[in-house]
């Protein structure tokens, strides 16, 4: 499927420090176009480095990056023409009002969106005319979004864009970033919402001290945690665990009050069954669910780092 796209965004052996502090350890990626790409990662882990990397306002110690050819560290001004960019912490003159600030926005680029229907579907219509330090959290948030859309941009790096938001804003926004995306405009979104990540997300990549720990799409990150697949039933009788945890592809079994639970690769529920014919037992209640992106994330990011390290040399 890539192979049919161009990348849109290439970075190639990323390495930016702070003194002794490695933020970011030879980070390699593509990133195609009209692609929703996720970064995915503990607080520290490199996440926000990478993409001001990617937006010029970092510049690395070693490697390469490119923005539809552009290299934002050198070229800031052609960058400008192709990226817009909603940071987790950006802040804007604080007497400056939502209206202006559209308006100023609008000014940078020759062919602009309206800024007046996307005030409108980022529920900030009603608030043009409210200064910067008088809204709300989340209406800073959706004044930000709505900053990096402006331009026409072929690339959007967002950065935490539900932060602050109420679940129904939430989901709005959740809508137009679909809707920028099926518009053919790259969407690099860093998050810290699995359920955000695992809706949005055509492929995600795990970091954790500075490196990529797993590039795949949702589904393949959770098909390759050790909980792909959780079985739960519940039965009145003692079962014998050992032979549930002794199953080819069985990770974990327990049980809590009558309920038992396995975890474990795509199939096992269907072994799980079969030893309990054996031994005479009907579940009651049986249930077979996915594993969560929640579990992959923790799976890869709990794990011991040297044992990590030396699986990814």
Request: hydrophobic content about 40%.
């Amino acid at each position: 499927m890539h192979q049919e796209r161009e990348p849109a965004v290439v970075v190639d052996g990323l390495r930016k420090t702070y003194g002794e502090k490695v933020a970011v350890d030879e980070i390699s990626l593509n990133v195609y176009e009209g692609e929703i790409f996720g970064i995915l990662g503990p607080n520290g882990a490199g996440k926000s480095t990478t993409v001001e990397s990617i937006a010029g306002l970092r510049v690395g110690d070693r490697g390469r990056i490119r923005v539809h050819g552009i290299d934002p560290w050198t070229d800031r001004a052609a960058l400008t023409e192709v990226l817009g960019v909603q940071l987790q912490e950006a802040k804007l003159q604080q007497k400056i009002t939502v209206q202006e600030a559209l308006e100023l926005w609008s000014a940078f680029y020759p062919d602009p969106e309206p800024w007046a229907p996307l005030a409108e579907r980022l529920g900030l219509g009603a608030h043009l005319r409210q200064r910067f330090e008088n809204l709300s959290g989340g209406q800073q948030q959706r004044l930000s979004i709505a900053l990096a859309l402006i331009g026409r941009p072929r690339v959007v790096v967002l950065d935490e864009l539900t932060t602050g938001l109420d679940p129904r804003a939430r989901r709005e926004v959740w809508d137009l970033v679909r809707d920028v995306r099926d518009r053919g405009v790259t969407v690099l979104l860093v998050t810290h919402s699995m359920e955000e990540a695992q809706l949005l997300c055509d492929r995600i990549a795990i970091v954790d001290a500075g490196r990529i720990r797993a590039l795949d799409t949702p589904a393949g990150l959770i098909d390759a945690a050790s909980a792909a697949t959780i079985t739960t039933f519940e039965t009145s009788v003692a079962i014998d665990l050992a032979s549930l945890r002794d199953l080819d592809g069985v990770t974990a079994a327990r049980s809590e009050n009558g309920t038992v639970t396995v975890e474990g690769a795509e199939g096992v529920a269907l072994a799980v069954v079969e030893v309990l014919r054996t031994q005479g037992v009907a579940p009651q209640r049986l249930r077979v669910a996915a594993g969560s992106l929640d579990a992959a994330y923790l799976d890869l990011t709990e794990t011991d780092t040297d044992v990590r390290q030396e699986a990814l040399r």
